[in-house]
């Protein structure tokens, strides 16, 4: 069996690390809905990142170009952090 592993993606704020209200990624408003990004497996762990999205931007997602630009900061996110689980 599989091990997974969450990653959680936010906007910085003062809210608690272990807490489930964090920043939305885009807008910075607190929310502890998430959207699951991406899966991504590595050495027998699948990692799955979620991120904190406000029901208000999720809606904006429905624009294409919104949701590039979402894509886009969420991927370069991954990349830059865990660079390591995506090569
Ligand atoms: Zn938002």
Redesign the pocket.
């Known amino acids: 069996m599989d091990n997974i592993k969450e990653i959680y993606i936010y906007s910085p704020s003062n809210m608690p690390v272990n807490g489930w209200l964090h920043a939305?990624?885009?807008?910075?408003?607190y929310?502890s809905r998430t959207l699951l990004f991406a899966n991504q497996k590595k050495d027998d762990i699948e990692y799955k990142f979620y991120v904190h999205?406000?029901?208000?931007?999720?809606r904006t997602h429905s624009k294409i170009d919104k949701y590039e630009e979402f894509t886009k900061k969420c991927n370069l996110y991954i990349y830059n952090r865990y660079f390591s689980l995506t090569s």
């Not at 999205?53 to 999720?58: A, L």
């Open positions: 939305c990624f885009t807008c910075r408003e929310t999205c406000c029901p208000r931007c999720k």
